[in-house]
């Protein structure tokens, strides 16, 4: 987004277009809001986060090619339709993994190294378009954010094989999880 009045100069508009280019990503947000209620009953989050990154990060790398305003618009809603389901995702996966007496910090944690890293990469981009050009910053922003989505996939595949060799009894896990449930309760 910081690089969105230089945008407005590149598809050939003035502050209307800059409007616009602003607009879309959140627009997209919106839309995806509305029908994201089934997301709280998906069963593989972590798969939810990662398809939704490379999406991000797809409508990026197309977006850096684009020279038509609308195809750019529409580009812009699918990346922000995409960050607002990995944003929910994430935040879901955090809050459900965290125990109750850490969810505070570890959400203030979260939030500030979310908020605190978009300076940095506008910071970055910036750098990057005032050398190269704005429409390859676009495209190291998709291919990052999208190597960034297939190394968490990777990880989190993994996880799940190291965690699926670590098994323990059902017993076990009940009996941990009932004790956890006591030690919790006040008394």
């Given at each position: 987004m910081a690089l969105f009045p230089a945008l407005g100069?590149?598809?050939?508009g003035g502050s209307k277009t800059v409007g616009f280019l602003y607009a879309a990503p959140y627009a997209g947000a919106l839309l995806a809001s509305i029908f994201s209620g089934p997301l709280a009953h998906v069963r593989r989050q972590g798969l939810g986060v990662i398809v939704a990154a490379a999406a991000w990060g797809a409508a990026l790398v197309f977006f850096g090619f684009t020279?038509?305003?609308?195809?750019a618009l529409l580009l812009l809603a699918v990346a922000g339709a995409a960050d607002f389901v990995s944003a929910v995702l994430r935040s879901t996966?955090?809050?459900?993994?965290?125990?109750?007496?850490?969810?505070?910090r570890v959400m203030s944690v979260y939030t500030t190294v979310f908020a605190g890293s978009t300076p940095i990469g506008g910071l970055l981009m910036g750098?990057?378009?005032?050398?190269?050009?704005?429409?390859?910053?676009?495209?190291?922003?998709?291919?990052?954010?999208?190597?960034?989505?297939?190394?968490?996939?990777v990880w989190l595949r993994?996880?799940?094989?190291?965690?699926?060799s670590r098994k323990v009894p059902a017993e076990v896990g009940v009996a941990r999880e009932a004790s956890s449930l006591t030690a919790a309760r006040p008394r």
């Open positions: 100069e590149h598809f050939g020279t038509a305003l609308w195809a996966i955090v809050l459900v993994a965290t125990p109750d007496a850490l969810r505070g750098f990057i378009a005032s050398r190269f050009g704005v429409g390859e910053a676009f495209l190291v922003g998709g291919v990052v954010c999208a190597a960034v989505g297939v190394a968490a996939g993994r996880m799940g094989r190291a965690a699926a």
